[in-house]
Nanobody, 114 residues
Framework: QVQLVESGGGLVQPGGSLRLSCAAS????????MYWVRQASGKGLEWVAA????????YFADSVKGRFTVSRDNGKNTAYLQMNDLKSEDTAVYFC???????WGQGTQVTVSS
């Protein structure tokens, strides 16, 4: 089955960290760039980060630069979003997506609150 499944979301205090995972199946994961996108309640989609096929090239939105990192393990068909120094404005549903936005995960909720 072709799918992406995110995990790792939850409630964290400001300044805390979370690592999201995106497990891929049913397609050649290592052939695709992977993206992370988030959507805060009542707002539109916001692109967060991207990783090239091998993970050597990564790109970030200004809003998360210096706090978030992305990585991937092509042997495990999994992408990761490491989020550090979380702020209340990072609260959102986080999605991983395959290049071209042709496949999306179900999303995982991240809530940053004291």
């Amino acid at each position: 089955q072709v799918q992406l499944v995110e995990s790792g979301g939850g409630l964290v205090q400001p300044g805390g960290s979370l690592r999201l995972s995106c497990a891929a199946s049913g397609f050649p994961f290592s052939s695709y760039w992977m993206y992370w996108v988030r959507q805060a309640s009542g707002k539109g989609l916001e692109w967060v980060a991207a990783s090239n096929h091998g993970g050597e090239k990564t790109y970030f939105a200004d809003s998360v630069k210096g706090r978030f990192t992305v990585s991937r393990d092509n042997g495990k068909n999994t992408a990761y979003l490491q989020m550090n120094d979380l702020k209340s404005e990072d609260t959102a549903v986080y999605f991983c997506a395959r290049a071209g936005y042709t496949l999306w995960g179900q999303g995982t909720q991240v809530t940053v609150s004291s």
